[in-house]
């Protein structure tokens, strides 16, 4: 009988204990988190915002063809306004589809590279922002954009007077909430890495969307070592025709450490953060056949990773016995067909490796 009592006490008190802790959980997730869509637009880039006070920006919108998908998308996402729309640059693959959502939404505010360009999509899309009196911006480095609940955009690039090249004047944002940053960086090839890294401007993000589709033209070793991204996801369409991500990007996003998402594997991609911790949900789990080169393979869902840069990897080779910090000199001497990577120092050391005496892992 005591001892049955004894037994009721303890489940008593382990309900009132999941009761306090059951709505701890209930009111953060009352606090409905910021939400990053890498929307899976084929060939060409989108990404939704959505601040936890409701505020959304949409940046980009992928080439015409897809406009009608992509307002699908907005609807199913229970967007009824757009709040922000950045256009980074105006190649057809960014502002194409931004056609139809300039139609179909309410916009408050468009920010724009202001780089002019002579197509007949660019044109359209200029026409429908007057037509509709949308106030209309110039994106310019230092700017900033509250979406509320601390949630803040950063303009970082371009300066006047704009780049000759029209990718290199594409619009370049960091948003930040709490600890967790994700760098926007459109097409800007290596000229604007050079100048983020001279500006001295903070640019460290833990997400970091990778210029122009993965192309060989940006993602230089100096860029990608002060951002430090632990995830980079690439837009880019399956078989394009550019032969985008470049193999040699691929490698150098393993070398920096980042797990690679790409929406043409992994379609679109999400990003859920409080501010203190992310979570990386995809739509489609990558083919185990198609890991990106470095041999690190892709993630699933429910990715999870933290302000303090968590996620940290660390990398071996087939013909060593120790292991390293992907930052490493020796790392980084690790040729794509010898390198092994390891998700912990625990599952590094399970499998026989030591840690390196340079780097400390
Ligand atoms: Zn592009
Ligand atoms: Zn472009």
Redesign the pocket.
Known sequence: MLRRRFALAVLLMLALALGVFGGAITSREATAPLVVHFIDVGQGDSILIRSPSGRTMLVDGGEPSVGHRLVGFLRDKGVTKLDYVVST?P?A??IGGLIDVLREFPVGRVYDSGKAHTTQTYEDYLLLIERKDIPFELARAGKSIDLGDGVKVLVLWPKDPLPTS??DASVVIRLTYGKVSVLLTG?AESAVERALLASRKEIASQILKVA?HGSSSSCTGAFLGKVKPVVAVISVGAGNRYGHPSDSTLKALALAGAKVYRTDQNGTVTIRSDGERYVVEVETQASPRSPPAGGCGLAGTGETGTGQGKGTRYYASIKSNKFHYPSCRYAKQISASSLIVFNSREEAIAAGYVPCKVCRP
Do not use: A, K
């Open positions: 640059h190649h693959d960014h029209i990718n097409d122009h």
